[in-house]
């Protein structure tokens, strides 16, 4: 055998073992972002959960999933910023995606408080 053909199979020979090395034989695709749920209960003016932060990421779709006694408002103070009537029902949905980083705080008008801070990341 020649040496440039043992040098060529050498090179062949590591460069499949590094390839080798470096997998986890784990599948490389990115997992599908499932929707975020937010469940949200007010009752005789007291809001659950309040001031918690809930991490999400960039472009999932969050859903808050509201039961209320009362009507209000919830505010996402996002860029662009979602506004949503809340109505005295149970089972309402309302739900968007952020596209920027950071935190975004969701609060709900009347009752003046904060439900939670979305840590949105990348």
Known sequence: MSPR??????????AGALLMSCSSG????????TARTID???????VSPVNTRTEVAVGQRIV???DSDAT???HVHSAP??????????????DFTVAVPGQ??????????TVTTLLVRR
């Open 26 to 33: 784990e599948p490389t695709v990115e997992p599908v972002a």
């Open 104 to 113: 975004v705080d969701i609060e709900l008008h009347r009752l003046g408080r």
């Open 72 to 74: 209000d408002e919830l």
């Open 81 to 94: 910023a979602h506004t949503f009537p809340v109505t005295a029902a149970a089972g309402q949905e309302f």
């Open 5 to 14: 053909r043992l040098r060529l199979g050498l090179v062949t020979v590591c």
């Open 64 to 66: 808050l999933r509201v």
């Open 40 to 46: 949200i209960r007010i009752a005789d003016g007291e």
